[in-house]
């Protein structure tokens, strides 16, 4: 018999489907084997007919061309405000809507907790489970959407998040009512590294601390006599792979030289070591996707229960980002106030990510996680 979520959760429930648009790019249509002439349209790269189901197929992996051509089958493929045919031309520059039908989505936590609120920046204690932004298979419940609707008639505005957290993480997210705020904090929250080694953030103000509880696989034997308290620094680039099910997806860059690949760091203190598991603190000066999970993995100690992401920092080819049952927090925040002053933060720990008094393994841990919350369930 399914678990029925707690009485705060949104249940599962059928949306209102969702209006994916894109504009197609001359680059994309160029990798396809079935072009025409790229001067058949005024100059402009054009796929033939046999060529609209292979662009699906090969921009939107997600989706075989099989159920690509359903999809035309069904009406629910646009081009340039017309439907789209199976044997219709794509040129680049057009306007590709996807009209995807109502779907049920995953039940949800749908309250949180605000630790900060001054009518412009916010920041709330997301719980486990819930997903900031639309993505995926999730629309409408979301953090995004449940914000809009909460604060829609505010006159101060809706309280939108600056960065996110992975579905499963838990713990401070930062939000902001204005676009100015929204696009200084979200600058400093990505990199604020070259302001953390001068000691100063915008106009002389302390830059921006983030610190994350996790619980990771044992160390490698390289790193054995790492000692509780004692710290390392990981400076892994991350970068996109190929990724079957995705196109691509973020993980360790394959070389350093990749120019594509995105500068990373994260500090790793470990607080406790436990039979199978690690207990370690993960302080990071660069908001890179999935950073911890990827930074982790490629020390060679993912974390626990993370069914994505591999030794070495490699993702799974058949696992998808949003699938949970890893232990992650976002801890504490230190944010300096476009005012003047340093905002300083706590979330409470999941007891999972608490200092154990006993000898605990990672199946004590796991079981104890999945007791207390069923966001621990994997989605």
């Known amino acids: ?89 794509l040129a680049a520059g057009d306007r ?44 409408e419940h979301t953090l995004l959407r449940l914000l809009e609707r909460r604060h829609g008639g505010d006159p101060a505005g809706v309280p939108r998040p600056v960065h996110r957290l992975g579905r499963s993480t838990s713990g401070l997210l930062v939000c902001a009512r204005r676009p100015a705020s929204r696009a200084w904090l979200s600058a400093l929250l990505r990199d604020s590294s070259s302001s953390q080694r001068s000691g100063t953030g915008q106009h002389g103000q302390r830059s921006c601390s983030k ?17 509780p308290g004692e710290s390392l620094t990981i400076t892994t680039p991350i970068g996109r792979r190929p990724h079957p099910l995705l196109g691509t997806i973020w993980c360790a860059a394959e070389t350093a030289e990749d120019p594509a690949a995105l500068a990373a760091e994260s500090r790793l203190t470990l607080l406790q070591r436990r039979c199978g598991a690690c207990l370690v603190a993960v302080a990071i000066t660069t908001g890179r996707p999935h950073q911890i999970r990827i930074h982790t993995a490629a020390l060679g100690a993912p974390l626990l229960g993370d069914p994505l992401y591999q030794p070495g920092g490699t993702a799974h080819p058949a696992v998808l980002p949003g699938a949970g049952g890893y232990h992650l927090h976002a801890h504490r925040l230190s944010l300096p106030l476009p005012g003047g002053g340093c905002l300083e933060l706590e979330s409470p720990l999941p007891a999972v990510l608490a200092y154990a008094t006993e000898p605990m ?8 996680a999945e007791s207390q919350s069923f966001a621990s369930v994997p989605g």
């Open 1 to 89: 018999m399914e678990e029925a979520p707690p009485p705060d959760w949104l249940p599962e429930s059928l949306n209102q489907g969702h209006v994916y648009r894109e504009r197609i790019r001359a680059a994309d249509l160029r990798q396809l084997d079935t072009l025409s002439s790229p001067d058949s349209v005024a100059g402009v790269p054009t796929a033939n007919p046999a060529g609209v189901l292979s662009y699906l197929a090969s921009r939107f992996t997600h989706s075989g061309a099989a159920l690509w051509r359903q999809r035309l089958a069904a009406g629910e493929l646009w081009r340039n405000g017309h439907q789209l045919r199976a044997d219709g031309p």
């Open 96 to 139: 590709l809507d996807w009209h995807r039908p109502p779907w049920k989505e995953q039940a949800v936590p749908g309250s949180w907790n605000v630790l900060f609120d001054d009518g412009d920046l916010c920041v709330i204690d997301k719980p486990s489970g819930l997903p900031v932004l639309p993505a995926g298979g999730f629309s």
């Open 211 to 227: 610190i994350y509880r996790a619980l990771t696989t044992p160390l490698p034997p390289d790193l054995a006599g790492l000692a």
């Open 361 to 368: 393994t990672a199946g004590d841990s796991l079981r104890k």
